[in-house]
């Protein structure tokens, strides 16, 4: 049910012009290595899965009413996945936003992904890629990029297509910063879309071998309120001043706004350092049950 490993992203037709006088697009966009622009902050809509690790059902409206109060709230770039089970919901909610004259679909930024291929592991990714060059030359999706590929995996894609992928999007949070992989992309002008930004923040997400921070975590706390911000936002921004793309997810209409107000304040380098600290590489998303797959990146 859940392969991400490999998922290569498609992004299906992308983004028009924001004005930077609308306060509802006021976050900042990035000019992709195709020439598209992304806007570098997103709205996640995996509802992830319960506390038996089974996904939560995707049922009723939940990610419809999530898709409409985050454009309500701004988000101009939504992330979904064939696997998520709801990319009728986000498509429900952007239509009637569209309709409502509230957006333009050129504004906005819709991602979705499909996995490489069952069986996974007889497909060399090298072949998934080549067929999402041509969805791309067929117009079928804007921009195409690559998901939970590591460095190995990354390269080797690399020196084997002059059609690069335009984002890597990658676990990133406080315990795992990827220094290695935003190295790369950054070098090579991918953007690197940061998936699980909050990590193991909430203690409901946390594995009992989880390390620290937790959002009551003391020093966690006086950066935020030496910012009058709150830990999901220092960890957001933080984040996006790494040069990542967070894509947080939330059902919750004052946790999808207090997210996505990030853009008033900056960081300094004591911040900063305390925040470094907290890299251990350790994982949320580890996708140990694909563990013997041909191509497992992890
Ligand atoms: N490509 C991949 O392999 C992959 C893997 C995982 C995720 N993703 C994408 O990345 C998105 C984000 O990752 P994620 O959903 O795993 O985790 P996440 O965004 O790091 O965390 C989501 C959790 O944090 C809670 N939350 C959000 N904002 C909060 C706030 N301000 N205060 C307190 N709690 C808050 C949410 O609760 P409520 O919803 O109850 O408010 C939810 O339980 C996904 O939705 C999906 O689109 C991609
Ligand atoms: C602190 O943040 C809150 C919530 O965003 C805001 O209402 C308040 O005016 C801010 N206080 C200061 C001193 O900026
Ligand atoms: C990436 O994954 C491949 C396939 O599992 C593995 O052979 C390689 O060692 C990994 N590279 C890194 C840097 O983790």
Not at 166 to 193: K, M
Not at 245 to 251: A, E, L, Q, R
Request: hydrophobic share 40%.
């Amino acid at each position: 049910m859940f392969i991400f490993i490999n998922f290569v992203l498609l992004f299906v037709v992308v983004y028009g012009d924001c004005p930077q006088s609308v306060p509802a697009c006021s976050a900042p966009v990035a000019r992709l290595n195709d020439g598209h622009l992304m806007p570098r902050f997103g709205f996640g809509t995996w509802l992830g899965l319960d506390k038996y690790q089974l996904p939560v059902p995707v049922d009723g409206e939940a990610v419809q009413l999530a898709v409409l109060a985050a454009i309500d709230a701004g988000y101009r770039h939504i992330d979904t996945a064939s696997i998520y089970d709801d990319e009728d919901q986000v498509g429900r909610a952007v239509n009637q936003k569209i309709a409502d004259g509230a957006v333009k679909r050129e504004d906005m930024f819709i991602t979705t992904k499909t996995k490489n291929i069952r069986p996974y592991a007889d497909i060399d990714y090298l072949e998934t890629w080549r067929g999402m060059v041509e969805a791309k030359r067929l117009g079928l999706a804007s921009s195409i990029g690559v998901c939970n590929f590591n460095l190995t995996q990354l390269r080797r894609l690399w020196d084997s297509h002059e059609l690069k992928p335009a984002v890597l999007q990658v676990e990133t949070n406080l315990n795992q910063q990827q220094p290695e992989l935003r190295q790369f992309c950054h070098s090579r002008g991918v953007q690197v879309v940061g998936y699980t930004p909050f990590g193991s923040l909430f203690p409901d997400r946390a594995a009992p071998d989880a390390p620290p921070p937790r959002a009551d975590d003391p020093q966690l706390l006086a950066i935020a309120d030496r910012h009058n911000k709150t830990v999901p936002q220092v960890v957001l921004r933080y984040l996006f001043e790494l040069g990542v793309t967070p894509i947080p997810k939330s059902v919750t209409k004052s946790r999808i706004e207090q997210n996505r107000d990030i853009f008033d304040f900056s960081l300094d380098e004591f911040d900063r350092q305390q925040l470094r600290s907290y890299h251990t590489g350790h994982r949320v998303v580890d996708l140990k049950i694909f563990s013997d797959a041909n191509h497992y990146p992890f």
